[in-house]
């Protein structure tokens, strides 16, 4: 049985629990970091996200900032909060090596994301409801998908302020009709939001999409300055940032850490790789640090004290034995 953990979930305001991330699954996110159009990269993870769950929880309506945390906290409990990037000085053109301690940025996330966005819109004497939150992943999902199809570019919707205002609504809700926007296809989102009344529509915008827009953008994730010529970095978490920043928490040095683990654990033993792909990179971790102390142990007991050490004068130059 693997390890769980309770997770806090902002949009719910309570706790869901969890089982850690495997190696096998920390490689399939790793595999899928590269990946241009997001969408292999965040249905892997979504299906981990829901496979990793131990009570049942309709997985698709996690926000993309409830998979935000939760992500976090996978990397964190599963390998380790340290994040070693290199990012190269657009100015000096210098590699700069940064380090991030995730668990920092979860505290200062806490203050600003914990809590839900849930809100209702509605105008004076007009006989609709809107129930507006974050995207939920599903959301998400479908709304990347029917660019890939259409051949559309991803920020399409950005640039028409009433498509990407249908990205935060959730429930319309008329008398006592209820309408699911999130199972509408997006042509059918986009029939029913041209018959909204703009005045309702400015005020998604206005009371709902910018204040949003506007706490994401004030959370800064990286604040450096290049060690060469003091040229700033900053990462803001903005919501178009945040799938970046997901592969930035495993896009750092652990691909290389994880696959040498990987090797010199099976390397040194004769240990089943089925059996490494159920436990932890922080297990891995541990099993080969073990071993690596083990094996400089049994090193040192094989040298008698009184030996003679051959090759301690070996790193004097050849003019320090011209003298003898
Ligand atoms: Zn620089």
């Not at 049985?1 to 490689?27: A, D, V």
């Not at 210098?94 to 809590?115: A, F, H, Q, S």
């Not at 703009?198 to 206005?206: M, Y």
């Not at 436990?279 to 080969?288: D, F, G, H, S």
């Amino acid at each position: 049985m693997r390890n769980t953990y309770l997770i806090w979930i902002p949009s719910l305001q309570r706790n869901i629990r969890f089982n850690e991330l495997t190696n096998e699954q920390y490689r399939i996110i790793l595999k899928n970091v590269d990946d241009d159009t997001h969408l292999d990269f965040l249905y892997n993870l979504n299906t981990i996200i829901e496979c990793n769950m131990v009570e049942s929880f309709d997985y698709k309506k996690f926000t993309i900032l409830d998979r935000f945390v939760i992500v976090l906290f996978f990397k964190i409990l599963s390998y380790n909060s340290l994040l070693d990037l290199v990012k190269e000085c657009e100015k000096c053109e210098k590699e700069v090596r940064i380090r991030i301690d995730l668990n920092t940025l979860l505290d200062n996330l806490g203050l600003t994301i914990d809590k839900s966005f849930k809100t209702v819109i509605a105008v004076d004497n007009y006989p609709l409801q809107i129930i507006c939150d974050i995207p939920t992943i599903e959301q998400e999902y479908e709304n990347l998908l029917y660019h890939q199809n259409n051949n559309l570019s991803n920020d399409t919707t950005d640039k028409n302020i009433e498509k990407y205002l249908f990205g935060y609504i959730r429930y319309i809700i008329s008398d006592s009709v209820v309408i699911d926007v999130d199972k509408l296809s997006i042509p059918e989102k986009t029939t029913i939001l041209e018959k909204i009344p703009i005045s309702l529509i400015l005020n998604i915008r206005d009371i709902f999409a910018e204040p949003l827009y506007a706490l994401f953008n004030q959370i800064v994730f990286l604040d450096l300055n290049c060690k060469e010529c003091g040229t700033k970095f900053e990462i803001k978490m903005g919501s178009d940032n945040m799938i970046y920043l997901l592969k930035m928490f495993f896009k750092d040095n652990t691909l290389d850490g994880l696959l040498s683990d990987y090797f010199n654990i099976t390397s040194i033993s004769h240990m089943d790789s089925s059996f490494l792909d159920k436990i932890t990179p922080k297990e891995t971790q541990m099993l080969v640090n073990f071993a690596k102390s083990t094996y400089k142990k049994s090193e040192k007991s094989e040298v008698p004290s009184n030996s003679i050490d051959l090759f301690a004068d070996a790193d004097k130059s050849p003019s320090e034995f011209a003298g003898f």
